[in-house]
């Protein structure tokens, strides 16, 4: 493969690679972190294909848009989860401490707030949204991996205590947009810890 995305055989005969749908996501994610507004018709544009099939991709605006997110939630929750240090309920707050901490400071994310506050608290918070699913299921796991250590012997259902995780973790993260407060990831640390240390079974 040449570095302009060409395959050359022996008879010297090139062939385009195409856009897709992989690529489609790339430039949007590209687009969104360099703190511009992603844009269907522009992003159909540079892909040089018609609305209706980058719509056959990436669906339409709102779910490319959460594809985006759960590209960049994954890697920042993964880094958080390889980072904190403790056990149990320690280490889960400091999870979601260094989670929050890391979507406070992505200047590009509070520029999405800022910019489309309704939608974006619509496809982020709301439980409805595969984005907000998907990052509990996340927190479910590592909540599981605490407990199969023997760290953690909550009394409340994993999924149930995933769910409040992440809605405490979200009033942390977008309190500025909710009271006008400014976000506090070591609150959303102690108040997951302090939950999770209440949960246990005695």
């Known amino acids: 493969m040449s570095a302009a995305g060409h395959r050359t055989d022996e008879a010297s005969t090139t062939v385009d690679v195409r856009p897709d749908a992989a690529l489609a996501l790339r430039l949007a994610r590209k687009a969104f972190m360099a703190g511009e507004r992603v844009d269907l018709q522009q992003l159909a544009a540079t892909l040089d294909v018609d609305r209706t099939t980058l719509f056959r991709w990436v669906g339409n605006r709102d779910q490319l848009l959460v594809s985006v997110l759960t590209s960049l939630a994954d890697p920042t929750l993964r880094g958080a989860a390889e980072a904190a240090t403790g056990t149990g309920p320690d280490?889960?707050?400091?999870?979601?401490?260094?989670?929050?901490?890391?979507?406070?400071?992505a200047t590009y994310y509070h520029a999405f707030l800022q910019r489309e506050t309704e939608r974006a608290l619509r496809l982020i918070t709301t439980k409805a949204s595969p984005l907000q699913q998907h990052v509990v299921a996340g927190f479910e796991r590592l909540l599981e991996q605490e407990r199969d250590r023997g760290h953690l012997d909550p009394t409340i259902p994993l999924p149930d205590l995933a769910y409040l995780v992440v809605r405490?973790?979200?009033?942390?993260?977008?309190?500025?947009?909710?009271?006008?407060?400014?976000?506090d990831a070591h609150k959303a640390d102690v108040a997951i810890a302090a939950l999770l240390h209440g949960s246990q079974h005695r």
């Open 91 to 105: 280490r889960i707050g400091r999870v979601v401490g260094l989670f929050c901490q890391s979507l406070i400071d």
């Open 168 to 183: 405490i973790a979200e009033s942390f993260i977008y309190t500025d947009l909710i009271t006008g407060e400014q976000p």
